[in-house]
């Protein structure tokens, strides 16, 4: 209503077609401990009966704000959300998840602690429809907590579950909002969060229950694709760590190794060599650029990491810490 006292906190809610999970999802925002908070709807043209339902829920709660578009995406129903918000915190939420009663207070606190971008720990659901890779992502997404282990991981894959992020709205509007690249918006955001120095901290408990479907989002389009990634990820290195270098070293020789070398030579980036333990690979070359063992390991370019196997990555981060090598400074663990 004009005049009334801005909420503390926008909970930013995009929608479409989600008619058969949202009396989940309102059920949670209903119970949440901190309540001076609204939520902005933002219903990107679906076709079921979400609009209804959204309707039904603000005649019974009035922190409940509707913005209707065509099907514009992802991007444009966060953006027309985050221009709508009038709380000084924004919240993210997916309309086919569920929150902990105490996710809104909780995180807030987080926020309030010192963290400029507030998130928590997720448990995928139905567990029946969680795959091997999921599961796998699941236990990685909620190893990092601090800020240190998630700037660490971030050249990785995704270190925070996009719909479970806090912030502060000026804080997004002042990383220029959300951005449609052809790669995914939301790692794309917290690239930008690190470069402008935001510090990152979830709270160490499962507040978020994330819904796994097959024709989710980043299941289906090709912004969420591994190219995608890989695109995002090189767009971002160059400017954080390769601002004044054009050729590095990649630490891995296969599927992983070649895909991020083939991304980086389409940046002007060239491979000096890649490294590998397979003695198979060893003496020869890939790419055009030669094979060397790990003794051959020089810091005469900067490292990149690019090793898919289960527990590579803890394995090759012991060797090189062990011999004064510095992450990120001298590499960067890319998968």
């Not at 043209?45 to 709660?61: C, H, I, N």
């Not at 000026?170 to 939301?186: C, I, K, N, S, V």
């Not at 890989?230 to 590095?248: G, I, P």
């Not at 060239?270 to 790990?294: C, E, N, Q, S």
Request: hydrophobic share 45%.
């Amino acid at each position: 209503m004009m005049g009334a006292k801005s909420p503390m906190l926008t909970v930013l809610l995009p929608c479409r077609d989600a008619a058969a999970y949202l009396p989940r999802c309102i059920a949670g925002l209903s119970r949440q401990s901190f309540s001076d908070f609204e939520v902005v709807a933002v219903d990107d043209g679906s076709t079921d009966e979400t609009a209804e339902l959204l309707a039904q829920w603000r005649r019974r709660d009035r922190r409940v704000r509707i913005i209707e578009q065509g099907r514009l995406g992802l991007v444009a129903a966060l953006n027309h959300g985050l221009a709508a918000a009038r709380g000084e915190v924004l919240a993210r939420m997916d309309a086919d998840d569920i929150a902990h009663p105490r996710r809104l207070e909780m995180q807030l606190a987080l926020l309030r602690s010192g963290a400029d971008i507030a998130s928590c720990l997720v448990r995928c659901f139905p567990r029946s429809q969680v795959r091997l890779g999921m599961r796998r992502y699941e236990r990685w997404l909620n190893s990092l907590v601090a800020h240190e282990q998630i700037a660490r991981d971030l050249f990785v894959e995704s270190p925070l579950a996009h719909p479970t992020a806090m912030l502060l709205a000026r804080t997004l509007r002042g990383l220029g909002g959300y951005r449609d690249q052809g790669w995914p918006e939301d790692y794309d955001l917290w690239m930008r969060a690190y470069a402008a120095g935001l510090r990152f901290a979830k709270v160490p408990r499962c507040l978020y229950w994330w819904r796994e479907r097959a024709d989710r989002l980043s299941r289906v389009h090709g912004a969420y694709s591994p190219a995608a990634f890989r695109r995002c990820k090189v767009h971002h290195l160059k400017a954080l760590h390769l601002c004044e270098q054009s050729v590095v070293t990649i630490w891995g020789a296969g599927k992983e190794g070649k895909a991020l070398a083939r991304h980086l030579r389409r940046e002007n980036i060239a491979v000096a060599a890649f490294v590998d333990v397979d003695p198979r690979k060893i003496g020869t070359t890939v790419l055009g650029a030669p094979v060397a063992g790990v003794g051959g390991l020089t810091r005469d370019h900067y490292l990149l990491v690019a090793v898919g196997a289960h527990g590579a990555r803890d394995e090759i981060r012991g060797y090189l810490d062990s011999r004064g090598w510095r992450e990120p400074r001298d590499y960067r663990t890319m998968a």
